[in-house]
């Protein structure tokens, strides 16, 4: 029998996405890091980040969802998804 791979918890998964989209090292992304303050994320940033959790997840994200940090996207995510 295989072994299962170990599947990436929704926070790597979340980190993976946002590092990608503004090609930061995921090392860089604490769930506390401010996203405008320490990261420089514009408004885009925040869509195209949006916009692919949405896609990777399956998931509808309201515009009226505040997302300061990385954690408030790993949160919000998290509460979507039943995995």
Known sequence: ???ALPVPSISQRV???????????PSRLRTSSNL???LGF???DVVD???ELEKNFKIVIPDEVPFN????????VS???KN
Not at 15 to 25: A, G, L
Not at 69 to 76: A, H, L
């Open 1 to 3: 029998m295989i072994p």
């Open 15 to 25: 980190v993976k996405i946002i590092s990608k989209v503004k090609e930061i090292r």
């Open 36 to 38: 405008s303050k320490e």
């Open 42 to 44: 514009d408004t885009v």
């Open 49 to 51: 980040i949006i916009w």
């Open 69 to 76: 940090t990385v954690g408030d996207f790993v949160e919000y």
């Open 79 to 81: 509460s979507q998804t």
